[in-house]
């Protein structure tokens, strides 16, 4: 019997809990339409692309002039920590995003979530380092904090994402308590949990007080490929200070079954004795302490999908993104047709890129509140408490991407159902003064 007092604290948080949670909900009512799950839709999938991505892979390594044995060699046994796509990421990087990235400053890491982990494990160093978060927050980043004993300061976010005069606001109130403001971790395009992109002033603004505070910021990159051509770059593409650590995944952009990501990160680390070491390279190396390298198997499937679409992960995505955009428009769409003069106090942005949307009710968005949506009316969604946001007790986030249109508009239409029949339903207050 082990004591939970006696283990790791994250082991008793219940936010550690949450994926496990949706899980578990998705499995217990298996027949709910899930606008929960950030997943890839599956219509995507095909098992022959694999094998087709990676005879590309191989035949690009032959055409290199590489031979049999150096090829086997590569596939079978303990890879280069830092990765043996580098390059063709790089290629990537600079076709898709204008960001021109070296490979040797490219680490490819087992998913978004390892490249945030031991970006966060090199970062923060002790206890008056603080990392910034988005309030709402991708849960991925806040439990890599919570594992690592990283101290978390949530941002809170306006109608339009982060806003650079609160984080220059959260900066100063923590630089006056003492503490040490390290980096921000952002989500610019696409954001989960609720879609919303930054404009290009405001990635402008952010890159100003990254350098005026002397602090990082951690760019996700994770939705981008479904963005609209014309949208904003990146900010490692438009920093010209090395602030910015990009990181990036397959998961969306590919399938998350490969788990792929990588992270770019061109800042250089002084030694005690005036020497210096890329930053990269010791983030290889922490890497090799937690994955050893990336499966070099999954990484040649991840290249030569890349190689397959001429380097470009957008041109891989263009049916993808069309097909989320649309489904995203018949959310907007189911939803204005049952709230739009209802009178019902019920809001919703409209991103026009990415998984995500939010929905505001005049309601308490809890546990039960998703127990009762998924058992009596067939619809799952995820409450927005889930993702660190103060204040949203009355949000949920809907994530179009794993379903068909025809499901979207009907679990759409289910969890409107549920809103009205809650809505319905007089409040406490009410009651009282009925019986009163
Ligand atoms: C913001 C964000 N980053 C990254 C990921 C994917 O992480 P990984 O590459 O570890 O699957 C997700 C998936 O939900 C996400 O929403």
Request: aromatic share 8%.
């Given at each position: 019997?082990?004591?939970e007092?006696?283990l790791h ?17 998705t ?9 929960a799950?950030?997943r ?18 191989l ?8 031979d049999?044995?150096a090829?086997t060699r590569?596939l079978?046994q ?5 990765g043996?796509?580098?390059e ?8 898709d ?6 490979p ?12 945030l ?5 090199a970062?923060?160093?002790d ?8 309030s ?11 594992l ?16 650079p005069?609160?984080?220059r ?5 923590l ?19 609720t879609?919303?992109?930054l404009?290009l ?5 952010l890159l ?8 990082l ?11 609209p ?29 490969l788990?792929?990501?990588?992270l ?5 680390i ?5 020497s210096?070491?890329?930053l ?10 937690v ?5 070099p198997?999954?990484?040649?499937v ?14 891989a995505?263009?049916?993808?993104a ?10 907007a ?18 991103p ?11 309601f308490?968005?809890?546990?039960a509140?998703?127990?009762?949506s998924?058992?009596?009316?067939g619809?799952l969604?995820?409450?927005m ?12 986030r809907l994530s ?6 025809e499901q ?7 969890l409107a159902?549920f ?5 319905a339903?007089?409040?406490y207050?009410e009651?009282d003064?009925?019986?009163a």
């Open positions: 019997m082990l004591t007092h006696e604290s994250s082991l008793a948080d219940p936010s550690l809990a949450v994926m496990s949670f949706l899980n578990e909900a499995l217990r009512f298996p027949d709910a339409i899930s606008l799950a950030g890839p839709y599956e219509g995507f999938f095909a098992l022959d692309r694999i094998n087709d991505y990676l005879s590309h892979y035949e690009h390594a032959r055409e290199q002039g590489r049999e044995a090829i590569e079978f303990y890879g280069p920590t830092a043996t796509i580098r063709l990421i790089a290629r990537m990087l600079l076709k995003e204008g960001l021109v990235a070296a040797q400053d490219v680490v490819v890491t087992a998913g978004c979530q390892e490249a982990l031991i970006v966060l494990r970062l923060f160093a206890a008056e380092d603080v990392l910034l978060v988005p709402p927050s991708y849960t991925g980043v806040t439990g890599a904090a919570l690592l004993d990283v101290s978390v300061e949530p941002v809170p976010e306006g109608p339009a994402g982060l806003e005069a609160q984080v606001a959260t900066v100063e109130r630089r006056a308590a003492g503490r040490r403001p390290r980096a921000l971790y952002l989500v610019p395009e696409a954001s989960n949990p879609g919303s992109s404009s002033p405001a990635r402008r603004e100003a007080v990254a350098k005026e505070y002397d602090i910021l951690l760019e996700d990159h994770a939705y981008a490929v479904f963005s051509a014309g949208s904003p770059p990146a900010l490692k593409a438009l920093d010209t200070d090395r602030r910015v650590i990009h990181i990036g995944t397959f998961a969306k952009s590919g399938f998350p079954g788990r792929i990501g990588y770019v990160a061109d800042q250089l002084r030694r005690a004795d005036g210096t070491r890329p990269s390279a010791a983030l290889a190396d922490v890497k090799s302490m994955t050893v390298n990336t499966s198997i999954t990484q040649a991840a290249g030569g999908m890349l190689l397959r679409h001429g380097l470009s992960l957008r041109a995505n263009t049916e993808a069309a097909f989320y955009r649309a489904n995203l428009r018949t959310a769409a189911a939803l204005a047709e049952r709230f739009g003069s209802s009178g019902l106090p019920v809001s919703w942005n409209e026009d890129r990415g998984f995500f949307m939010v929905v505001t009710v005049p308490e968005v809890d546990d509140a998703l127990e009762a998924a058992r009596d009316y619809v969604w995820t409450p408490r889930y993702f660190q946001a103060a204040g949203a007790e009355r949000q949920l179009v991407s794993y379903l068909t249109p979207v508009r009907q679990g759409v239409h289910r159902d809103i009205e029949d809650r809505c339903v007089p409040r207050e009651v003064s009925l019986v």
